[in-house]
Every structure is written in structure tokens, then in C-alpha cells.
């Protein structure tokens, strides 16, 4: 059973617009969540990150949002740029410690 | 940021031989460490967990004599796929968990294994 998952397999932007990735989850033991983007043939690279006691971080053009009543996080990239084209991951953690648990990931594709 | 260093990035290997691959954090120490495996088109999948000092846990389906885990220092993972075949030809990756606060999982490049 998905513990975290990513719906959309795949989202296309302009370049200039907004990017808004989604991520569910389903435990509710989980209080610390990372977004992680990966080019091919690259390791993933650390993004952003929430606890769960806010919901919104901010760092320049990337900000996570977390709706915890509905096990829900989101990123948004504004304004989209044609780097940006690559893999997300969201992630979660239970405590300090604790294993990740990975989404399936989204191919975000920024035309110019 | 913190560096996770993986080598080799590239290997190509003939069927039946063994290959190794090194995970190193190189400016904090890990005791836990984490070994995926990434198919075409796929997510991350998780292998192990590797914790230093003691037998590494193996996810469901993962099989612990062909996909060696030692972690025998705090800076050091290594995987080993023994007897490789074609099928286990994919990219993989560590990482390592910084501790202190929240968690934080720093990757390395990853490794492409082609076996033939």
C-alpha cells in the first residue's frame, strides 16, 4: 500500500506560469515532508521541506504548502523556468530518524 | 550542503560477476544509510536500510545474498550485487540520514550498472 503518492505522473507548463505538483498521504504518524527533484541519470537533490506544525515554506521561487486535515501537500514553482524540467519527489518521515517514504514522483516539463 | 559521495557512476560488467558500489558521506557521519533502485520510467524503490555496525534490513522482494549492504564505518555504505545478470542492470542510488533535528536525506549521483 502507498503510503505517499503522486497522481499525476506527468505536468507540462509554459515557461513564466505557475507549477503546482501534488503529493497525498495516507499516515498520519507522518510530520516532517521534503520535495526532492532528480535529472536523469543524477541522484535527487534536496528542494524544500515542511514540518507539520506550519503549512507554507517559502525559499525563493519554491513553496510547499501543507494541509494536514487532508493529508495533503502541494509545491508550486512560480514563475516556471525551462531548468526546472525534471522528476519531483515528495517525501515523508515519521519521527527524526526514521526512513523516507518516496512518492512515485511527477515529470514536470517547462516549455520555453 | 552536505555531500554524499557514490563511485563508481558508471559500470558495465559481464553476467556473473560481482560488482561493488561505495557510498561515502563526506562531511558528517551517517548511521544510517539507504540503498534504492530506480527502473526506466519508475519511481525510487527502496533495497535496505543500512545501519552501521549491523546487518543491513531488507525490504519485502529484495534478496540479501545477491545485493550485499555493509556499512562498516560511519562515512562508508557499500552495496555489492553478486552473480549480476541483465535483469538487475538499473540505477542505484544512496543515501545517507543526517541526524540532529529533523531528518535529512543527502544522495549520491547514483551508479548506472549495465550488465551484458
Known amino acids: 500500500d502507498q503510503q505517499v503518492k503522486q497522481n499525476s505522473p506527468s505536468l507540462s507548463v509554459q515557461e513564466g506560469r505557475i507549477s503546482i505538483l501534488n503529493c497525498d498521504y495516507t499516515?498520519?504518524?507522518?510530520?516532517?515532508f521534503l520535495w526532492y527533484k532528480k535529472y536523469p541519470a543524477e541522484g535527487p537533490t534536496f528542494l524544500i521541506s515542511?514540518?507539520?506544525?506550519?503549512d507554507k515554506n517559502e525559499d525563493g521561487r519554491f513553496t510547499v504548502f501543507l494541509n494536514k486535515s487532508a493529508k495533503h501537500l502541494s509545491l508550486h514553482i512560480v514563475p516556471s523556468q525551462p531548468g526546472d524540467s525534471a522528476v519531483y519527489f515528495c517525501?515523508?518521515?515519521?519521527?527524526?530518524?526514521?526512513?523516507?517514504?518516496f512518492g512515485g514522483g511527477t515529470r514536470l516539463m517547462v516549455k520555453p | 550542503g552536505a555531500v554524499v559521495s557514490q563511485h563508481p557512476s558508471r559500470v558495465i560488467c559481464k553476467s556473473g560477476t560481482s560488482v561493488k558500489i561505495e557510498c561515502r558521506s563526506l562531511?558528517?557521519?551517517?548511521?544510517?544509510m539507504f540503498w534504492y533502485r530506480q527502473f526506466p520510467k519508475q519511481s525510487l524503490m527502496l533495497m535496505a536500510t543500512?545501519?552501521?555496525?549491523?546487518?543491513?534490513?531488507?525490504e519485502q522482494g529484495v534478496e540479501k545474498d545477491k545485493f550485499l549492504i555493509n556499512h562498516a564505518s560511519l562515512t562508508l555504505s557499500t552495496l555489492t550485487v553478486t552473480s549480476a545478470h541483465p535483469e538487475d542492470s538499473s540505477f542505484y542510488i544512496c543515501?545517507?540520514?543526517?541526524?540532529?533535528?529533523?531528518?535529512?536525506?543527502?544522495f549520491g549521483q547514483g551508479t548506472r550498472l549495465t550488465v551484458v
Open positions: 543515501s545517507a540520514l543526517r541526524q540532529g533535528g529533523w531528518p535529512e536525506a543527502f
Open positions: 499516515n498520519s504518524m507522518f510530520d516532517y
Open positions: 515542511i514540518s507539520s506544525i506550519k
Open positions: 517525501a515523508a518521515s515519521g519521527s527524526a530518524g526514521n526512513m523516507l517514504t
Open positions: 562531511d558528517f557521519q551517517a548511521t544510517t
Open positions: 543500512s545501519n552501521e555496525g549491523s546487518k543491513a534490513t531488507y
